[in-house]
Each structure stands twice: as structure tokens, then as C-alpha cells.
T-cell receptor, first 115, second 109 residues
Framework: DTAVSQTPKYLVTQMGNDKSIKCEQN?????MYWYKQDSKKFLKIMFS???????INETVPNRFSPKSPDKAHLNLHINSLELGDSAVYFC??????????????FGAGSRLTVL | GQNIDQPTEMTATEGAIVQINCTYQ??????LFWYQQHAGEAPTFLSY??LDGLEEKGRFSSFLSRSKGYSYLLLKELQMKDSASYLC??????????WGAGTKLIIKP
């Protein structure tokens, strides 16, 4: 009964490949996010979806494409992987998109290593 | 620009008290969050402050001064399991979360 689950947990791949990370939440939350945490530990927002609709799209290369088939799922597809894409990618969800007390629940993270 | 500053690393002794500071400069303010992240795990929510003052939750307390752009997280009766990174995040006027890089807290016996 994991609240926010993402797969795979580890992903090792070659430069130039295409890969996907899947995320699902069973909390009934309306808003879902993708974050990237690099080696310096900064959490950077990549995308945010509210009820399947894209509401935040930060300056991210268009090789990254999110897809939300329904409000419980937000997947991340990455084309033509580069060395700099190596990081931990966290999926998160929250009950409210535009509210101060907007507590995020994170998935366990997907560690992507590009060789 | 918007930024969150917190110390990179702190060390404390089991049973002691430690205060982790966070200063911020953001475009507007809709609340400040503290999250705990153990190595290799997901961040988990600790506290939320939107009004000035101290919020206490068991061994953990969080303080906010909006006029000074300052918060701290106070951890009492430190336990070994408190070894983790503590992330400060501020929600700005656009309801975007701005994150600090986190403070790695090392607890020694």
C-alpha cells in the first residue's frame, strides 16, 4: 500500500538510449510532480501536473516528456540520454496545487546512471 | 533571483540539541517547509510555518521570522536515526517551491 510508487528504482543505460520512469500514487491527490536531484542534492522541479493537465514546465530539454494518462499516474520519458542526465528522479504528489500548505509526498526515487 | 541558504553540514552529539538555520530570498512568501531526507531515500515532510513564531512537534520545532527571511529547525534529544539531510523549502507568491540544497546532519555517539 505504498503511497507514491515509482519504477524502476535503478536504471543504468548507455548514452543515446531512450528510457521511461513510471509513477503512480494512490493518495487521491490532484497534483503530481517530477523532480531531479543532482549530485549536489538540489531538488529541481521539472514538471507539475494538476488533474492530468501540465501546470509547471521548467526549463528542461525537450528530450524529457512527461505523460499523465490519469490523475493517479505521471510517467517520464527521456530520449537520447546524455551523461548529464545522471541523477535521482523523484516523483511526488500533493493534494493541492495552488495552496500554501501544500505538503508533498515523494516516491522512493529512481537513480538513473548514464554511461 | 530566488535562493535558499542553509549550512552544508553539521555535526552534533547523541542526546544533544542542534539548530539548523535557513535564510531565504524569494519573490513573495506562502509558507516555509522542512523535510528530512535519509541517504538514498525520499524526502519526508517535517513541518510547515506560515506565521511568525515557533511550531513544536515532539522533539522537533521550527521557527519562522518573515521580516528577517529566516527559519530554523530545532532538534532535541538527538538520536542516531536523526542523521539525515534536512531540506528547507519556501513557497513563493506563484506557489512554486524553492528548495535549499539541504544540511547534512551527522550524529556522533
Amino acid at each position: 500500500d505504498t503511497a507514491v510508487s515509482q519504477t524502476p528504482k535503478y536504471l543504468v543505460t548507455q548514452m543515446g538510449n531512450d528510457k521511461s520512469i513510471k509513477c503512480e500514487q494512490n493518495l487521491g491527490h490532484d497534483t503530481m510532480y517530477w523532480y531531479k536531484q543532482d549530485s549536489k542534492k538540489f531538488l529541481k522541479i521539472m514538471f507539475s501536473y494538476n488533474n492530468k493537465e501540465l501546470i509547471i514546465n521548467e526549463t528542461v530539454p525537450n528530450r524529457f516528456s512527461p505523460k499523465s494518462p490519469d490523475k493517479a499516474h505521471l510517467n517520464l520519458h527521456i530520449n537520447s540520454l546524455e551523461l548529464g542526465d545522471s541523477a535521482v528522479y523523484f516523483c511526488a504528489s500533493s493534494p493541492l496545487g495552488f495552496s500554501g500548505a501544500n505538503v508533498l509526498t515523494f516516491g522512493a526515487g529512481s537513480r538513473l546512471t548514464v554511461l | 533571483g530566488q535562493n535558499i541558504d542553509q549550512p552544508t553540514e553539521m555535526t552534533a552529539t547523541e542526546g544533544a540539541i542542534v539548530q539548523i538555520n535557513c535564510t531565504y530570498q524569494t519573490s513573495g512568501f506562502n509558507g516555509l517547509f522542512w523535510y528530512q531526507q535519509h541517504a538514498g531515500e525520499a524526502p519526508t515532510f517535517l513541518s510547515y510555518n506560515v506565521l511568525d513564531g515557533l511550531e513544536e512537534k515532539g522533539r522537533f520545532s521550527s521557527f519562522l521570522s518573515r521580516s528577517k527571511g529566516y527559519s530554523y529547525l530545532l532538534l532535541k534529544e538527538l538520536q542516531m536515526k536523526d542523521s539525515a539531510s534536512y531540506l528547507c523549502a519556501v513557497m513563493n507568491s506563484n506557489y512554486q517551491l524553492i528548495w535549499g540544497a539541504g544540511t547534512k546532519l551527522i550524529i556522533k555517539p
